[in-house]
């Protein structure tokens, strides 16, 4: 603060709080002016100590408002000589040290007495008690010892004298209200205060009611909301306002509740979000009222919609958090999200299991959890979830169990992917069910058995993944009936029988992989019937015979693996002709066919792999 403020001699409110001071010499410009009344520095960055001269030359002070900066020392014990005019006292959020001091007895007429949220230590003074007109009390984050003395609690009552004191958990106190239900201070704590007027009470005083931690079970009515304390380990964000005039619908406030438990839980300060606009404030001492819609205070990763019955109203209806180094574990919390249509948690760190709770959103319609670090097994509530139309929780390592008959319900699926995880068991027949199926991922897992028939009814699908498995048998014939696949991918499993005439019906298809199985009998002439086919893999099977000219007529053909197998005869010359042929329509010539060695093959690649 500039020195020439001692010139304003007649100066009565000096208010400079919510700016960017700094420095320890702040006092030396104020203390001369001895017709002050209000002196507000709150939210700010001073530092140094209180000094003493403040009590004893703001002889007329009513107001002293110091909160929410850098300051460190003791209370002086000088600020009781403010006993005839000090009204409010704020000394919150700074680094303060030591005692309470007894001589702040002295103050009869201070209202406000707010020392939350510092290092202060020992016992609460028993003069305290003597603080007639003393109504706000806040003790609370600090190292005091023992007990309220009963000189505080005496005067504890409602009208216009204190009510309820707030300190630790640990303090001794009848007539307190406990900042936590004795969380440890190192540990994540989310709390929501809301004012309540008692219509019981004559004078219409206020009390706070804390909501809590665990999913509020209160009635969806019009409340309003003054706060939320937000603590977690270094993490500096403490307090958001809402502003006590503003009214909150229930939901509002639980959309809050969500968001907020979800960054404190999964934000790592040594390898912090990598987008965390809005949901992490840097300047945390910086005023910070949030709008009465989580939709409007401008989170990175949220979507909102209007909603049908209220157009004043948005509704939170889409988290996409992708690639934003997420860590933790998903919280239950997310549940009271009731609007919650897509939830994009992709590539992140988060450990632990899905949470059984996330089937309480009825409206979600995409769940994506891939690439993280998930464990256990997809809960049973998940399969329950009929109004899901996505889910991807692929390569998540440790995800285990298997894939139950219930996912035939959620007949609303056009994407199942859960490839790259170990489930295992056999594939249920159910999967059928799921007509309006495009994409079904399932490779890289450990599932057994035979690959269900059913498959077959699934007219809509466009990629099918099954590979790097424990399949065995036969490939159905009815995938013949896919006729608007794209992709058929079925490498890396134990098909042992050969491969059916019926898949010449995939006109659609681009992509064929069948190889790394045991597969025998002949490559089927109906091959040549896939006139979109780009790449087609049968290597390291059991086939044999003769390569079919017809697959000549594959002119979109670009990769033709067949090495490893039992061929016999020649590479036909309609073959070949794809390779040396680059007018094609296929992004230029085929590459040369990969063959065995031992096959006769003018335009190959060969191998010589066979023991």
């Known amino acids: 603060l500039p020195l020439e403020l001692r010139q304003l001699t007649k100066l009565r409110s000096l208010q400079l709080s919510d700016n960017y001071f700094t420095g320890e010499s702040w006092a030396d410009?104020?203390?001369?002016?001895?017709?002050?009344?209000?002196?507000?520095?709150?939210?700010?960055?001073?530092?140094?100590?209180?000094?003493?001269?403040?009590?004893?030359?703001?002889?007329?002070?009513?107001?002293?408002?110091?909160?929410?900066?850098?300051?460190?020392?003791?209370?002086?014990?000088?600020?009781?000589?403010?006993?005839?005019?000090?009204?409010?006292?704020?000394l919150d959020f700074n680094n303060l040290v030591g005692a309470i001091p007894t001589e702040l007895g002295l103050l009869t007429e201070l209202r406000d007495l707010i020392l939350s949220d510092n290092k202060l230590s020992g016992s609460i003074p028993e003069e305290l008690g003597a603080m007639a007109a003393l109504e706000n009390l806040k003790l609370y984050y600090n190292d005091l010892t023992g007990s309220v003395p009963d000189s505080i609690c005496d005067d504890t009552y409602y009208g216009t004298i204190l009510i309820s004191p707030i300190v630790d958990c640990n303090i001794d106190c009848g007539c307190c209200s406990n900042i936590t239900e004795c969380a440890d201070k190192n540990e994540f704590v989310i709390e929501f205060k809301r004012w309540i007027v008692d219509a019981n009470i004559t004078s219409s005083s206020i009390f706070e009611e804390d909501i809590g931690r665990e999913y509020p079970n209160l009635h969806p009515q019009t409340m309003a909301v003054d706060a939320i304390f937000i603590f977690?380990?270094?993490?500096?964000?403490?307090?958001?306002?809402?502003?006590?005039?503003?009214?909150?619908?229930?939901?509002?406030?639980?959309?809050?509740?969500?968001?907020?438990?979800?960054?404190?839980?999964?934000?790592?300060?040594?390898?912090?979000?990598?987008?965390?606009?809005?949901?992490?404030?840097?300047?945390?001492?910086?005023?910070?009222?949030?709008?009465?819609?989580?939709?409007?205070?401008?989170?990175?990763?949220?979507?909102?919609?209007?909603?049908?019955?209220?157009?004043?109203?948005?509704?939170?209806?889409?988290?996409?958090?992708?690639s934003n180094k997420l860590h933790g574990s998903i919280p239950s919390e997310l549940k009271v999200l009731t609007s919650l249509k897509a939830l994009d948690l992709r590539d992140n760190k988060l450990e632990g299991s899905i949470p059984n709770d996330l089937a309480m959103l009825t409206e979600l319609t995409e769940m994506t959890l891939d690439q993280n670090l998930l464990?256990?097994?997809?809960?049973?509530?998940?399969?329950?979830?009929?109004?899901?139309?996505?889910?991807?929780?692929?390569?998540?390592?440790a995800i285990n169990g298997s894939l139950p008959k219930e996912i035939g319900m959620l007949t609303n699926l056009n994407k199942v992917n859960l490839g790259g995880?170990?489930?295992?068991?056999?594939?249920?027949?159910?999967?059928?069910?799921?007509?309006?199926?495009?994409?079904?991922?399932?490779?890289?897992?450990?599932?057994?058995?035979?690959?269900p028939t059913e498959l077959g009814q699934l007219t809509n699908l466009l990629i099918l993944l099954l590979n790097d498995n424990n399949l065995r048998e036969e490939i159905p014939t009815q995938l013949g009936n896919l006729r608007n696949l794209t992709m058929l991918n079925l490498k890396g499993n134990d098909l042992d029988k050969s491969i059916p005439l019926e898949l010449g019906n995939l006109t659609a298809v681009v992509d064929v992989r069948l190889n790394s199985n045991r597969l025998a009998g002949v490559l089927p002439s109906s091959l040549g019937n896939l006139i979109n086919l780009q790449i087609l893999k049968v290597d390291a099977n059991e086939l044999v015979g003769l390569i079919p000219t017809e697959l000549g007529a594959l002119i979109h053909l670009k990769s033709f693996y067949l090495y490893n197998n039992n061929f016999t005869g020649d590479m036909p010359e309609s073959v070949c002709a794809l390779v040396t042929n680059p007018s094609f329509d296929s992004g230029g010539a085929m590459d040369k066919p990969q063959a065995d060695c031992d096959f006769d093959c003018d335009c190959c690649t060969t191998f010589c792999l066979k023991t």
């Open 232 to 322: 977690a380990p270094n993490i500096v964000l403490k307090t958001v306002g809402f502003g006590s005039e503003s009214a909150f619908l229930m939901q509002p406030l639980l959309d809050y509740y969500a968001l907020y438990t979800l960054f404190f839980t999964t934000y790592n300060p040594d390898d912090p979000w990598v987008d965390s606009s809005q949901w992490y404030v840097d300047d945390y001492k910086k005023s910070y009222f949030l709008p009465a819609s989580a939709c409007s205070a401008g989170f990175e990763g949220l979507d909102c919609e209007t909603d049908p019955g209220d157009e004043e109203r948005r509704n939170i209806v889409g988290l996409y958090l992708i």
């Open 29 to 90: 410009a104020v203390t001369t002016l001895t017709e002050l009344r209000l002196l507000n520095l709150d939210l700010n960055d001073f530092s140094g100590s209180i000094p003493a001269s403040l009590g004893g030359s703001l002889t007329n002070l009513m107001t002293l408002r110091l909160g929410e900066n850098e300051l460190s020392g003791v209370i002086p014990k000088e600020l009781g000589l403010l006993n005839s005019t000090l009204k409010e006292l704020y």
């Open 375 to 397: 464990t256990g097994k997809i809960p049973d509530s998940v399969w329950t979830m009929t109004s899901l139309t996505e889910i991807d929780i692929r390569d998540n390592a």
């Open 421 to 451: 995880t170990q489930m295992q068991g056999q594939l249920p027949t159910e999967l059928g069910l799921l007509s309006d199926l495009t994409n079904l991922i399932l490779d890289n897992n450990l599932y057994n058995g035979t690959i």
